[in-house]
């Protein structure tokens, strides 16, 4: 039925009623185990064969846990998805459009996929923290996985340990517990610039490196490894040692071990200090 209804002038991906997804297959091979202390990191966001990796489409740099291709934060040349005013249901959308080689003499790389650019919220990673409290939402929990970069990384939805803000480095990632307990390098989606991964990490500072034209590097935690703060020196050490002991040893890293105090705790504590000067004088 579909191929009947296909327009003969602009080819597969258009009918009708205007560009439509045409069903193709895309593979990727990707080691589920990556290594944050290859030699060189970080990495492209697009890179394959640096990590060990395969895939047949060439913009993605991860694939999502429902097997659709995660893109890169911008989709006409330089410009972000936000910064080209794209509204995207679940983070995704149908490209590319057919019938433009008409106007612009550039032809499509393929017919119309659909991909994801930004977080897709639909997913059940993030739909855990959002739909409510009374619906068995758990939004104080680390969020559970969305997908896997190209390097083998994890990538999860917002929230960190305990609900909180993820402390991540410049391509978006960072050490520490995920939602089984273990202590790992991986990525957090965001609802900005990068969206997902702005270079394979760890970024060790030098994101900038990694950039193609547009630079879609965060803003990181001002050190060259990031640590979620509260992870636990001990498994972050046990999680190294698979690959290298000392390469932590080689770089700045960010207060994360034990929690802050509390500002409570910390008035209280001031306020015991000057009474007892007082009683002192």
Known sequence: WYQRRVRADNGPGTNDYGDVWDPQEDNYAIKLAGDPTLPDRPGDMYDASQVGAAKTNGPTVGVAVNGIGIQGPNDAGDVSIDGAGFQLACGGHVTPPMGNENTTGDTPAGPPKYHFHKAPECLEAFRNA????????????????????IDGFGIYAYQDINGEKPVVDECGGHFGPVDDGRVVYHYHARAIVPYTLACQGPALGQCDKTQRGANYCGSGCGYEGC?????????????LAQFDDTWLDKYTVNPYSGAAAPATATLL???ASLLWLVMVQ
């Open 130 to 149: 959002s739909k409510g409290l009374a619906d068995g939402a758990k939004p104080n929990v680390h969020a559970g996985l969305m997908g896997w970069a």
């Open 227 to 239: 640590v979620q703060p509260g992870t636990k020196k001990a498994d972050l050490e046990e999680y």
């Open 269 to 271: 504590t001031l306020t």
